[in-house]
């Protein structure tokens, strides 16, 4: 049964930085891409970064491109978002995910962190 496990998020003030984590198990698979996601109140579910397990190659939206970076250790199959500069607006529950080689989706999703961020 394959899990995603993301670490807590937290309470930072505006200009702050936080680093989540994404454990994956249970994986009968390599993984292709890992990406985050964000959903704020009211709001629908974008997407923020992603990086491609095998080369380490990375996108990202344009609201967070300079101050967040993804990461993986493919060893420990583990992806990691740090975030600098926080902003309010940056408030949101943050989703792990993982796609399959040949998939067109994210199949499977980490229950999701809460982040927010104080003005």
């Known amino acids: 049964q394959v899990q995603l496990v993301e670490s807590e998020g937290g309470l930072v003030q505006a200009g702050g930085s936080l680093r989540l984590s994404c454990a994956a198990s249970g994986l009968s698979f390599n993984i292709n891409h890992m990406g985050w996601f964000r959903q704020a109140p009211g709001k629908e579910r974008e997407f923020v970064a992603r990086?491609?397990?095998?080369?380490?190659?990375?996108n990202y939206a344009d609201s967070v491109k300079g101050r967040f970076t993804i990461s993986r250790d493919n060893a420990r199959n583990t992806g990691y978002l740090q975030m600098n500069g926080l902003e309010p607006e940056d408030t949101a529950v943050y989703y792990c995910a993982v796609k399959r080689p040949f998939r067109p989706t994210y199949d499977y999703w980490g229950q999701g962190t809460q982040v927010t961020v104080s003005s």
């Open positions: 990086i491609v397990w095998e080369d380490g190659s990375t």
